[in-house]
């Protein structure tokens, strides 16, 4: 979202301020699923980056929490420079621009989920939770429910049957249960490879923490391994999966077997995954990014095998092949 031209003067202002330095001028850097925008300023053979959260669409305040979070357990959160919580903006370091998506490939993949695994490792035995919300039965549940709202009815154009809700209820259920069943760690929500950043020395860099909560074990170990955005095969994302169990078993993080981990391993990424489903709908129509759609097929993929998988998921991985049929998913209704 590109700022008015008044907000743009006062974000080049408040870096001239913080910097010591009238002439620098803000280029863009990147923008995020949010109403945040990140720009980028030189000034005295540094590079920096600005955070521009307009404060009527977005609060910092859960950021810079998180953030400092992480940064005290010893983690590469980007270090905040200075802040104007009442504009919106935050000065911090540069963490340069290779993010792990384009940087991931068969020859790389091992070495940079390794650093990630590491990372996550950290983050769920060592990240303070207290004051963060839980990721609680209402929280999951809603989340699912923008897949029939935005997936189903407005990307498909189909409005569910009542014998429909019965079987997407059911799911819902199933899902809510498994993943209250798991040790309450951090969870970052989007850990993934396009919010990692690979820096040399100090890998990854975190970013898009702010909505990090209390909640499952798995949740965001299958964020990454099964990311929206990029796939790997299903028996390296298995072995990946449980080498991480059992670190997380040395850490004394839990003592589940490796069935146990699997099953919540699986349904944890259902249940994100149709959340995503439709959050990249309503991406498309509510906020006009239609470049998500491209990615909706591959998330249906993961959610519809782990469906194929488990027999009491047939009935609903039956029903959403029916309701989808042969759509090309990536165009607009």
Same mark, same amino acid.
């Given at each position: 979202?590109?700022?008015?031209?008044?907000?743009?003067?006062?974000?080049?202002?408040?870096?001239?301020?913080?910097?010591?330095?009238?002439?620098?001028?803000?280029?863009?850097?990147?923008?995020?699923?949010s109403?945040r925008?990140?720009?980028?300023?030189?000034?005295?053979?540094?590079?920096?980056?600005?955070m521009?959260a307009?404060?009527?669409?977005?609060?910092?305040?859960p950021?810079?929490?998180?953030g400092?979070r992480?940064?005290?357990?010893?983690?590469?959160?980007?270090k905040?420079?200075?802040?104007?919580?009442?504009?919106?903006? @935050? $000065?911090?370091?540069?963490?340069?621009? #290779?993010?792990? &998506?384009?940087?991931?490939n =068969?020859?790389?993949? *091992? /070495?940079?989920?390794?650093?990630?695994?590491?990372?996550?490792?950290?983050?769920?035995?060592g990240?303070?939770?207290?004051?963060?919300?839980?990721?609680?039965?209402?929280?999951?549940?809603?989340?699912?429910?923008?897949m029939?709202?935005?997936?189903?009815?407005?990307h498909?154009?189909?409005?569910?049957?009542?014998?429909?809700?019965?079987?997407i209820?059911?799911m819902?259920?199933?899902?809510?249960?498994?993943?209250l069943?798991?040790?309450?760690?951090?969870?970052?929500?989007?850990?993934?490879?396009?919010?990692?950043?690979?820096?040399?020395?100090?890998?990854?860099?975190?970013?898009?923490?702010q909505?990090?909560?209390?909640?499952?074990?798995?949740?965001?170990?299958?964020s990454?391994?099964?990311?929206?955005?990029?796939?790997?095969?299903?028996?390296? @994302? $298995?072995?990946?999966?449980?080498?991480? #169990?059992?670190h &997380?078993r040395?850490?004394? =993080?839990?003592?589940a *077997? /490796?069935a146990?981990?699997?099953?919540w391993?699986?349904?944890?990424?259902?249940?994100?995954?149709?959340k995503?489903?439709?959050?990249?709908?309503?991406?498309?129509?509510?906020?006009?990014?239609?470049?998500?759609?491209?990615?909706?097929?591959?998330?249906?993929?993961?959610?519809?095998?782990?469906?194929?998988?488990y027999?009491?998921?047939?009935?609903?991985?039956?029903w959403?092949r029916r309701?989808v049929?042969?759509?090309?998913?990536?165009?607009?209704a």
């Amino acid at each position: 979202m590109s700022p008015t031209p008044s907000r743009r003067d006062a974000l080049r202002a408040f870096a001239a301020q913080q910097l010591g330095d009238d002439q620098v001028q803000p280029q863009p850097a990147s923008a995020d699923a949010s109403f945040r925008g990140y720009w980028r300023v030189h000034s005295a053979g540094r590079s920096y980056v600005l955070m521009d959260a307009p404060p009527d669409k977005e609060d910092i305040a859960p950021w810079l929490d998180v953030g400092r979070r992480l940064r005290v357990a010893g983690l590469n959160a980007p270090k905040v420079l200075a802040t104007d919580l009442d504009a919106g903006f @935050v $000065l911090m370091d540069d963490m340069g621009e #290779r993010q792990y &998506l384009p940087e991931l490939n =068969a020859h790389t993949v *091992d /070495a940079l989920y390794g650093d990630a695994l590491g990372a996550l490792l950290r983050m769920q035995v060592g990240v303070d939770t207290d004051g963060l919300p839980d990721y609680d039965h209402r929280r999951l549940v809603d989340e699912m429910e923008l897949m029939p709202t935005w997936f189903v009815q407005r990307h498909l154009g189909i409005k569910p049957e009542c014998e429909d809700w019965d079987v997407i209820e059911s799911m819902f259920g199933t899902l809510t249960r498994s993943a209250l069943l798991q040790p309450r760690r951090f969870v970052h929500r989007d850990f993934h490879s396009r919010n990692l950043m690979l820096v040399p020395g100090a890998n990854p860099g975190i970013i898009d923490f702010q909505d990090a909560v209390r909640g499952p074990l798995t949740y965001d170990l299958v964020s990454l391994l099964r990311d929206c955005y990029i796939a790997w095969p299903r028996e390296q @994302v $298995l072995d990946w999966a449980e080498s991480h #169990r059992l670190h &997380l078993r040395a850490a004394g =993080a839990t003592d589940a *077997d /490796a069935a146990t981990w699997k099953r919540w391993f699986d349904l944890m990424g259902m249940q994100r995954h149709l959340k995503v489903l439709g959050i990249f709908c309503r991406l498309c129509y509510r906020d006009g990014k239609a470049g998500y759609l491209n990615d909706l097929p591959l998330v249906l993929r993961y959610t519809l095998d782990v469906a194929d998988e488990y027999a009491e998921m047939h009935e609903f991985g039956d029903w959403l092949r029916r309701v989808v049929g042969a759509r090309d998913l990536t165009i607009a209704a």
